[in-house]
């Protein structure tokens, strides 16, 4: 029997924070809908995870009523101990090698337009996962063609030819989150490296200009607005077509203290500044996540960048 990983053994020993009592304009109804449950189901049935269960997503009532779901493969342990991330940290399992094949079974069984892939930070992989990314886009392709598909990768920190294996299979939009400002890293995200997650987005798009990149960030956790916008900038300087911003929520007492909770007026001035900067793509709110309105958002960043090159015209 294998062993069973502690949910967060390395969070264990963190001193307890109080999780604040969310304002009304974060409060998300418990997901009850017969659409959710059949989405559930088809996870269950074919053993598969998804980052909206694991990491607690405020959304997953809503997307799971519209049959829309992150998968997350790779396994539900992570190599890693973000301060924010409900995901559990441990020694992972073995990789499944069905897994494409029934990522793919979900893909068609959902009937997505777009979907999003994403996983755990596999550290102790030679490659980061890199090549079970580029067999779940093969399979997708091959059992859906007409999908449309967005990887939420790791930052495949030292792992060389990773980040080329999964651009060369060619997924529609390359998503990297930076997370968090660089002076919060140390604390927020000790495993990574900002100026490799950043280079990650810029070298992915050197590898294939025609790919649509992306990121996201999180806000409440201490940062101040002046650092907000040097990472957009950042960003741009990168080429990054896609910001997402929206809101920390403190997942259990052991995890990263809120700092504030950003108000609605706030995140319209981010989204503001941020098209002002040049990204083809915003989405702000207190409850933007990165796949949350994935496909819809895919679709306007479409539009967006057809719109740009008749310009030029």
């Not at 960003?235 to 108000?263: C, I, M, N, W």
Request: proline share 8%; hydrophobic share 40%.
């Amino acid at each position: 029997m294998s062993e069973i990983p502690l949910r967060h053994p390395e969070k264990r020993l963190r001193p307890d924070h109080p999780v604040a009592r969310k304002p009304a304009w974060i409060r998300v109804k418990a997901p009850t809908s017969p659409e959710y449950q059949v989405t559930r189901k088809l996870m269950r049935g074919l053993g598969l995870n998804t980052v909206c269960e694991e990491a607690a997503c405020p959304n997953i009532g809503e997307c799971w009523a519209k049959r829309h779901a992150t998968v997350m493969i790779l396994g539900s342990v992570c190599t890693r101990a973000c301060a924010f991330c409900n995901v559990a940290t441990g020694n992972p399992q073995a990789l499944d090698p069905h897994e494409p094949e029934h990522v793919a079974e979900a893909v068609g069984g959902l009937n997505l337009e777009h979907v999003v892939v994403t996983s755990v930070d596999r550290d102790d992989l030679e490659d980061g996962g890199a090549g079970q990314f580029v067999a779940v886009i093969r399979a997708i392709r091959a059992k859906a063609p007409g999908t449309t598909i967005e990887v939420l990768t790791p930052d495949f920190l030292r792992k060389p030819g990773a980040l080329e294996a999964v651009v060369a299979a060619k997924p529609d939009v390359f998503n990297h989150n930076l997370e968090t400002v660089p002076r919060l890293y140390p604390s927020i995200r000790p495993g990574a490296r900002y100026f490799h997650s950043l280079r990650l987005l810029s070298r992915a798009k050197e590898l294939d200009p025609t790919i649509f990149t992306k990121s996201g960030l999180m806000v409440g956790l201490g940062e101040d607005m002046g650092e907000i916008y040097q990472v957009m900038d950042d960003l741009r300087s990168a080429e990054v077509d896609f910001l997402t911003v929206g809101q920390y929520l403190q997942p259990t007492p052991k995890h990263a203290p809120l700092d504030r909770f950003v108000s609605p007026d706030e995140f319209a001035r981010l989204k503001e500044m941020a098209f002002g900067k040049g990204f083809l793509m915003v989405s702000a709110s207190p409850l933007t996540r990165s796949s949350h309105h994935a496909g819809e958002d895919f679709a306007r960043l479409r539009a967006a960048r057809e719109a740009l090159a008749a310009k030029a015209v």
